[in-house]
C-alpha cells in the first residue's frame, strides 16, 4: 500500500519532485550540495524521461536542470535501499550525454554534468555524509580525465564533519525533520503546502496507480521470461543427464531457480520428447 499522502516527507520522491520544482529552492540545493555559486537555473523538469531507442532501457529522472554556463545536473531522490546505485549512475550520466549531443556535434561541446543520488542511507559504509568520484588517472591520483562528470551520493547516515554546516543541516531534515536554518525552514513549509493541496494528492494517488501497474508489467515480463528459461534449462540438462533427479538437482543449483518445485520441473521434462 502507498504511504499515506499527509505522511509524505521530502524524502519520498513524489514530494521531492514537486517541491524541487521550485527554482529557487532547487538552485539553492544545487549551491548548497556542490559548495558553489549559481547564478540562475532553468526551470527544473520534473521527472524527465530520456529514450534512446526501442529496445534500450530508458530512464527516468526526478530534477534535470542546467544552470547559467549550460552545465546540467541530475538529481534523483533514493529513499529505498538499492545495490545498483554505481551501476545506475553510470548509465544516467551516459544517457544525459546522448540527450545532450547531437548528430554531427563534436564531442567537446558536450556539457559539464552532475550526477546527484541522495540516498537515506550510507551505500559505501565507509561513515561519510558525501562520496564525490570523477574518473582519475590509477598510476597518477593528480590527473584527472578532463571529461566533465561527477558523480555525487549523498547521506545522512554519519558522524563526520565532512560537509558544510548547511548540507548536514539539510541531510538533518531529511532523516529527521528538524528545521535548523533559513533554508530547511524554506522547503519544510513548501512540503506542508504540497501536502496541503487536493490536486496533488489526487495525482499522487495516480502517481503510485501507474508505478504499480508498471511493477505489475515488469513482474510479468520477468515470470514469463523466467518459465521460458526454465523450459530451456530442463531440455538442455535431459539431454546432458541420466535421469529426473539429476536434472532436479541441476536445476535447483542455479540460483535462479533454486526454489523451484519438483512438479514445476517435472512439467518440462516430461515435455521434452
Known sequence: MPKAFRELTLADRFIFYKVMQDKELCRQLLEIILDVEIE???????????EVKSDAKGIRLDIYVKDEKATVYSVEMQAAHAANLPQRSRYYQNLIDVN???RGEDYRTLNQSFVIFICMEDIFHKGRHIYTFENRCR?????????????????????????????????????E???????????????????????????YMSYYADQADHRAELEEKYMAGREEGLAALVRSLRQLLPDFEAVYAAVISNEEYAGCSREEVMKYYESVE
Open 40 to 50: 540562475r537555473i532553468e526551470y527544473p523538469e520534473g521527472e524527465k524521461t530520456i
Open 100 to 102: 545532450l549531443l547531437g
Open 139 to 175: 598510476e597518477d591520483t593528480e590527473l584527472t580525465l578532463g571529461d566533465g562528470t561527477v558523480k555525487i551520493f549523498l547521506n545522512p547516515d554519519s558522524e563526520l564533519d565532512d560537509v558544510t554546516p548547511e548540507l548536514e543541516n539539510f541531510l538533518k531534515y531529511l532523516a
Open 177 to 203: 525533520g528538524t528545521v535548523t536554518d533559513e533554508y530547511t525552514r524554506k522547503v519544510d513549509a513548501a512540503v506542508e503546502t504540497a501536502k496541503k493541496d487536493p490536486r496533488l494528492m489526487v495525482e
